[in-house]
């Protein structure tokens, strides 16, 4: 048996309808932004419960934009977590501020918010939380810090659209949010594209500027900007799977239930339960496990396509060697080292999941066997 870890097919319910709809921007041209792309940013703040959706190139940009807008620029200080993507440090770097990194909690390995409160000084200018595997921090305790400290909230929403916290979509608690629609995501595009989130009229207006380069009006470049504006056809892909995003996540759900419930072996530590039935949209399905490494071939060797999510955290990045990151994070360095990735697609069948569970339940008992 073969399991993959994505079934681009089995999104569109209605292939031709979207199709047709590509064909039609194809004959008129009408490509960058307009109306396909309005109707999709209008829709996708809807569903989301926000003001303002504004599409961008990657969700990469969409956090770039997010900390530009929000005036953040060298000398300042950014707080986020040291197990999270790449992509999250890295837009901290581009706007030129300085990426402070508090550890993880050892079972859900989201941010530590006792670590994030003692993190916040002076020169803090953002918070950039990560909702990570599409699960939900406690958001009620990340507004209280970020209030009490007075620095805007930035939520990285790239792993985690349609998850709530106390039945509110994360990416609406702060100044603003950023999604991604890479095609692994929960809500994917056909190639690159992001969108940032905002309640801010303001933050709205120059995260527009931003990604048409730097235009307020015709001719008129008020900033430098980027050029980062989602493309029509990728609105259409993606206006075409919104209504089917809630039904995918409760699928995802179920898939994760039976996981849990199926990989009853005491060295399989299973995701924590989720506090609310929405805080978690399972992007990811993570599990810790003895000999990962090992277990991780064996799963592979077996057609089933587990990956580890990330295996090398931001500190120790070559990327950022020179930045000094001189803190300690355990946990996010056990999460590394630890923990690997099960299958979970919204359409993965309860055979499938049977399967998985049966040959990680073996791979474990073949490695401690070999290792006895
Ligand atoms: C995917 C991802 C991003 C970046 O999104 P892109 O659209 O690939 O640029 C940022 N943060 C996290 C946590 C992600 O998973």
Redesign the pocket.
């Known amino acids: 048996m073969k399991i993959p870890r994505y079934n681009h097919r089995s999104q569109f319910t209605d292939l031709t309808a979207t199709t047709e709809k590509i064909r039609h921007t194809l004959a008129t041209g009408d490509y960058i932004l307009g109306d396909t792309v309005a109707h999709f940013e209008r829709r996708f703040a809807d569903y989301l419960g926000a003001t303002h959706a504004i599409g961008v ?7 770039t934009f997010a900390l530009t807008a929000l005036g953040i620029g060298a000398g300042d200080e950014v707080v986020t977590v040291a197990n ?5 440090a890295l ?1 901290i770097t581009t706007v030129g501020a300085r990426v402070v990194l508090v550890d993880c909690e050892p079972d859900t390995y989201l941010m530590d918010l006792d670590a994030l409160d003692a993190a916040c000084g002076p020169r803090t200018k953002a918070i950039l939380v ?3 595997f599409g699960r939900s921090l406690d958001m009620g305790r990340v507004t209280a810090i970020a209030a009490r400290h007075q620095i805007p909230l930035v939520e ?4 985690a659209v349609g998850a709530t916290w106390n039945n509110q979509r994360v990416g609406t608690f702060g100044a603003a949010a ?5 095609p ?2 929960n809500l994917a595009a056909a190639g ?3 969108a940032l989130v905002t309640n801010s009229p303001v933050i709205a207006h120059t995260v527009r500027t931003l990604r048409g380069l730097g235009q307020d009006g015709q001719d008129n470049h008020v900033t430098l900007g980027a050029n980062s504006k989602l493309d029509a056809i990728q609105a259409i892909v993606l206006d075409a799977k919104l209504d089917q995003l809630d039904t995918w996540n409760a699928d995802r759900r179920t898939i994760a239930a039976r996981y849990t419930h199926a990989l009853t072996h005491p060295d399989i530590t299973t995701p924590p339960p989720s506090e609310d039935p929405g805080d978690h949209v399972y ?1 990811l399905y993570q599990v810790a496990v003895p000999h990962r490494d090992a277990v991780l071939a064996q799963l592979r060797s077996d057609g089933i396509d587990a990956v580890v ?1 990330y295996p090398v955290p931001i500190h120790h990045q070559p990327a950022f060697a020179r930045h000094g990151f001189d803190g300690k994070y355990p946990h996010a360095e056990n999460q590394a080292t630890r923990t690997l990735c099960l299958p979970i697609r919204p359409d993965l069948s309860p055979a499938e999941v049977d399967f998985v569970c049966d040959r990680l339940t073996t791979a474990i008992t073949d490695s401690e066997e070999a290792l006895a």
Do not use: P, W
């Not at 950023?178 to 890479?182: D, G, L, V």
């Open positions: 190139n990657t969700g990469t940009d969409a956090l999270t993507f790449h992509a999250t837009a990560v909702h990570l990285d929403c790239a792993q950023a999604f991604s629609f890479h692994s995501k690159d594209a992001g992007h999510r």
